[in-house]
Each structure stands twice: as structure tokens, then as C-alpha cells.
């Protein structure tokens, strides 16, 4: 007698399909991320050059400000006294945003490197929000100078630091945006995923 229930199959287990690798990665991708340790080694620089900046000159440019204002009264404030403390207190500032900065630059260097979308993104954003202040600076720079008020004195490494960034800025986003560099990120997103339990 044969077997009634002989034409019932088990369910086949679905055969697990091979991790896509992703791709070597691209120059474009290996050029931005170069780019973001320069950057990183640029904001060396700047906390450097903040630092050893003469201050004699900033110093003496601000108490000429203060004592211009109309509301200025030496007997409630003293205009080289609020120099000599406002000065130090910035330069410390901005090398301490530098290596701020600084951090941020390995940061996204390391994930970008690797591959992960959404450094990608968040290195636009820290892109686009720097070139919007680069933006701003030389705007407020230009401006001062053709209603001719004054500016804080600039050094030379000061200057080209400040001309060199926003062109290292661009460069990098081009590069991380570009169709190999956008490929190699989906590529290592769709490994990624596929490693997940229960993908």
C-alpha cells in the first residue's frame, strides 16, 4: 500500500546568499580622506598660529575701538585693561576650537575611510556650516573695509590658513560625492546590512 502522504515535500530552506563585498576602495574616496588629515593637520596650524600671533598690534587696535564708542567712559572701565584681558582670552578660544576642529577632522577621516553613508552626511554638514562661516568672515572682512572700520590685524599664516580651508572644503565634499566614491558607500552599506541577524 503505498504511502498517502508520499507526495508531501518538506519546505526547502531558503539557501543563504553569499555577503556581497564591497569593491576596493576608490582614488576619489582615498583623496577626500586624505584631504580630511590635512584638514586636520591645518587646525594644528591654526592653534599653532593663534598662539604665536603678536598681540601688540590687536591689543592696541581694540582700545582704539573702545575709545571711539560715544558711550565710552574711561572712569568705569579701563580700555587697555579690557585689551589686555579680552586678547589672551581669545586666542585661547580659537586654539581651542581648533583642536576641536581637529578632532572632528579624524574623526570623519577614520569613518569616511571606512565607508559609513552616514559620515558622508555628516562631513557635508561640518562642510557646509564651515563655508558658510568662511563665508561670513570674509564678507564682515570686506565690509569693514569699505566703510572703512576697522579689522583685526590678520598674520600672514593667518591669511593663508584662511584662503586654504574653504578650498580644501570643497574639494573634499566633490570627492566624497562623486559616482565611485558614492558607489563604494553603497556598496559597504548593502554588506552591512546583509551581516545583520535575522537580515
Given at each position: ?64 575701538e573702545l575709545e571711539k564708542q560715544p558711550t565710552y567712559d574711561p572712569s568705569v572701565i579701563d580700555a587697555q585693561e579690557m585689551a589686555d584681558v579680552f586678547v589672551p582670552i581669545f586666542q585661547i578660544g580659537m586654539a581651542f576650537f581648533s583642536l576641536v576642529a581637529l578632532g572632528l577632522w579624524i ?93
Amino acid at each position: 500500500m503505498s504511502d498517502p502522504y508520499s507526495y508531501y515535500q518538506p519546505a526547502q530552506q531558503p539557501v543563504a546568499q553569499p555577503v556581497a563585498q564591497p569593491t576596493e576602495r576608490p582614488k576619489s574616496l582615498t583623496y577626500a580622506v586624505n584631504g580630511m588629515w590635512l584638514g586636520g593637520l591645518l587646525s594644528i596650524a591654526s592653534a599653532i598660529v593663534a598662539l604665536a600671533v603678536d598681540t601688540t598690534e590687536m591689543k592696541s587696535l581694540m582700545v582704539t575701538e573702545l575709545e571711539k564708542q560715544p558711550t565710552y567712559d574711561p572712569s568705569v572701565i579701563d580700555a587697555q585693561e579690557m585689551a589686555d584681558v579680552f586678547v589672551p582670552i581669545f586666542q585661547i578660544g580659537m586654539a581651542f576650537f581648533s583642536l576641536v576642529a581637529l578632532g572632528l577632522w579624524i574623526w570623519m577621516a577614520v569613518m569616511n575611510g571606512k565607508g559609513r553613508n552616514w559620515a558622508r552626511i555628516t562631513a557635508t554638514v561640518f562642510g557646509a556650516l564651515s563655508l558658510a562661516s568662511s563665508l561670513s568672515s570674509v564678507a564682515n572682512l570686506a565690509g569693514n573695509a569699505a566703510l572703512g572700520g576697522a579689522t583685526m590685524p590678520m598674520s600672514a599664516g593667518s591669511t593663508v590658513l584662511a584662503v586654504i580651508d574653504p578650498l580644501l572644503v570643497i574639494a573634499i565634499l566633490v570627492l566624497l560625492w562623486l559616482r565611485p566614491s558614492s558607489a563604494y558607500f553603497s556598496a559597504v552599506g548593502a554588506a552591512r546590512k546583509q551581516q545583520r541577524p535575522g537580515y
